[in-house]
């Protein structure tokens, strides 16, 4: 058994292309300073003594601007090209949150909260329209995995580090990290990688590749991505209100709180690879798509069944962490599969701006919900979304098997 398992995870590591090792490293520099919005509720509300209220609004200035950004960033990586749109995006994020740090009033969070996920975020429909072209057609939920593994090393680190940093030296050093870290990705980028051209391949013997010309015209997509908007908004909650709540309610110090968003890094640092190497062989990933949105969902109405307390916790950041290893890059690898190189930028950008679109929404949502009904009743509506988009995806996956059937 010993010897299969490690047989597994070489095999699930083998055969990726150095550039997409090269990426995924720089992504892990910049990611493990990407901590400052995991940690800006409790800033707000302990340093700065904002309202629940206000919070949501500023953390919805984030998701606004993120919506702007996966935009912005799509258009530009079809038109400019992925690596001029990623490196340009990085040096630049990482001076404005020089200045975010010295920000005090509501306004002024609001709109730094705007910029600096506009110019951050565009970096995010370049990076996943990179894959293809960096790892390759054949590899690229495997490519997308690695890369995923590397975002969330990258968070895992810095969570634990942050915690302890914010313990000692409060939250205003963490804009500063995060600033340098983006900077250093940004000069590792243009020094180890070049652009590649991606060449989309004719396989023989097989059944040509319908050809979509405008993601807004596909309407299975578009369902799609109204699904993967309802379950942003659950996935979100996990990232924004929950370190609140395991401040107020669970009486979990900083460190505390860091280390538990870690304990879903490490998850994801063991699991995932060696999991996504057997679900790609899977003909039927849409149905492991939709387990991973009922693990998120139970994730929070965990809480609500064992109560709260750091049981519930652990328990919570486990099918959490489970759910999001078989959601996201299935998903992910779904929307590039729907997608060919002259409008991978759009099919990436729309799915990016989904999730954005879930950043404004959700904490205003899940503030306003915890402030005046309490967290129980929010957790209970999470569920309820969750449920939503179990019930279009599976509608979707009947539509995906029908199509297949005709195509045979």
């Keep these: 058994m010993y010897q299969n398992l490690r047989q597994l995870y070489i095999d699930s590591f083998s055969g990726l292309t150095r550039d997409i090792w090269l990426l995924s490293f720089i992504t892990f520099v910049n990611r493990s300073g990407s901590v400052v919005f995991f940690f800006l509720s409790i800033y707000l509300a302990v340093e700065l003594n904002f309202s629940k209220i206000d919070i949501g609004y500023i953390m919805a200035s984030h998701g606004a601007g993120s919506v702007a950004g996966a935009f912005v960033g799509g258009w530009l990586t079809d038109r400019v090209g992925y690596y001029r749109v990623m490196f340009w995006s990085l040096l630049s994020v990482g001076f404005l949150f020089f200045a975010f740090s010295l920000v005090k009033t509501f306004w002024m969070f609001c709109l730094m909260g705007f910029l600096t996920s506009v110019i951050g975020d565009a970096f995010r429909p370049a990076g996943m329209a990179s894959i293809v072209a960096y790892g390759g057609e ?3 939920t495997r490519s997308m995995s690695l890369y995923r593994l590397a975002i969330n090393l990258g968070i895992g680190l810095g969570s634990a580090i942050a915690g302890i940093l914010a313990g000692l030296f409060g939250y205003r050093v963490l804009f500063f990290v995060d600033g340098v870290t983006c900077i250093i990705a940004a000069l ?22 319908i050809i979509r010309h405008s993601a807004y015209q596909d309407g299975w997509y578009l369902i799609f991505v109204l ?12 990232f924004h209100v929950l370190p609140l709540f395991c401040k107020e309610v669970l009486m979990m110090s900083e460190t505390g709180v860091g280390v538990l968003l870690s304990y879903n890094c490490v998850l994801i640092a063991i699991i995932e690879m060696p999991l996504v190497y057997i679900l790609a062989k899977k003909r039927d990933q849409m149905g492991y798509i939709i387990w991973g949105v009922i693990l998120i969902a139970m994730s929070l109405v965990i809480f609500n069944i064992m109560g709260f307390n750091i049981y519930a916790a652990v328990m919570s950041m486990t099918l959490f962490s489970i759910g999001e290893i078989i959601n996201f890059p299935l998903s992910s690898s779904l929307a590039l599969g729907r997608s060919n190189p002259n409008n991978r930028g759009q099919y990436m950008g729309l799915y990016s701006m989904a999730f954005s679109v879930g950043l404004i929404i959700a904490p205003l949502l899940g503030f306003r919900i915890a402030e005046s009904y309490g967290y129980a009743v929010l957790w209970n509506f999470m569920g309820v979304l969750a449920g939503i988009a179990t019930i279009g995806l599976l509608y979707l996956r009947k539509k995906q098997i029908v199509t297949l059937a005709i195509e045979r």
């Design 188 to 209: 590792l980028f243009i020094y180890l990688m070049k652009e590649e051209k991606e060449v989309e391949k004719k396989i023989k013997h097989k059944t040509p590749k």
């Design 138 to 140: 054949e590899l690229k």
């Design 227 to 238: 699904c993967w908007f309802l379950n942003a908004i659950v996935f979100i909650q996990i």
